[in-house]
T-cell receptor, first 112, second 114 residues
Framework: LAKTTQPISMDSYEGQEVNITCSHNNIATNDYITWYQQFPSQGPRFIIQ???TKVTNEVASLFIPADRKSSTLSLPRVSLSDTAVYYC?????????????FGSGTRLSIRP | IAGITQAPTSQILAAGRRMTLRCTQDMRHNAMYWYRQDLGLGLRLIHYSNTAGTTGKGEVPDGYSVSRANTDDFPLTLASAVPSQTSVYFC?????????????FGPGTRLTVL
């Protein structure tokens, strides 16, 4: 199982860029890196997925170095509504669902 | 379009009782999953199903059973509930294919076992 390590919590201010880094030293060749967001009393919501280099969508960017042993989720110009828990997952649920581990996530708090 | 629905929203259950949590999706996804989330912690996979008629065990399957008679429904049964099964239960679905990791989650069922 590819174990991930994330900071337990982070604080930032509205309008700032926030970068959350996840370590996954034993990532396997076929593993993808996926990030989810979870608000209180709701199920997680998919944010972004990548395999290598950089991926960008309308809400975030994902940076993955060549060795793939870590990844960074970048949230541009955060707002109060970005306060949530962010989970980094490593694996491929299409190949092996039982190997997907959510971990404890990073609790991001955005202040005015 | 409802996406994924779960029932009940919440339930208080006496220990030893049998309980079935219901999950239905209308996205025609092949794969479905059940997770539990204990207070302040991440989600842990209980059981999953890659396609109708098949199921598999996740990280914490003991005390739970599932069935997948059709594409849309994936009920989770606690045969004899115990207090340690107090948790929030999330059902999810996804298109089952390699390299695709977007799961869609339901609103959750908050279960308390006394």
């Amino acid at each position: 199982l590819a174990k991930t390590t994330q900071p337990i919590s982070m604080d930032s201010y509205e309008g700032q860029e926030v970068n959350i880094t996840c370590s996954h030293n034993n990532i396997a060749t076929n593993d993808y890196i996926t990030w989810y967001q979870q608000f209180p009393s709701q199920g997680p919501r998919f944010i972004i997925q990548g395999y290598k280099t950089k991926v960008t969508n309308e809400v975030a960017s994902l940076f993955i170095p060549a060795d793939r042993k870590s990844s960074t989720l970048s949230l541009p110009r955060v707002s109060l509504s970005d306060t949530a828990v962010y989970y980094c997952l490593v694996g491929d649920i299409g190949s092996s669902a039982s190997k997907i581990i959510f971990g404890s996530g990073t609790r991001l708090s955005i202040r005015p | 379009i409802a996406g994924i629905t779960q029932a009940p929203t919440s339930q208080i259950l006496a220990a030893g009782r049998r309980m079935t949590l219901r999950c239905t999706q209308d996205m025609r996804h092949n794969a479905m999953y059940w997770y539990r989330q204990d207070l302040g912690l991440g989600l842990r996979l209980i059981h999953y199903s890659n396609t109708a008629g098949t199921t598999g065990k996740g990280e914490v399957p003991d005390g739970y059973s599932v069935s997948r008679a059709n594409t849309d429904d994936f009920p989770l049964t606690l045969a004899s509930a115990v207090p340690s099964q107090t948790s929030v239960y999330f059902c999810a679905s996804s298109a089952h294919r390699t390299g695709y990791n977007e799961q869609f989650f339901g609103p959750g069922t908050r279960l308390t076992v006394l």
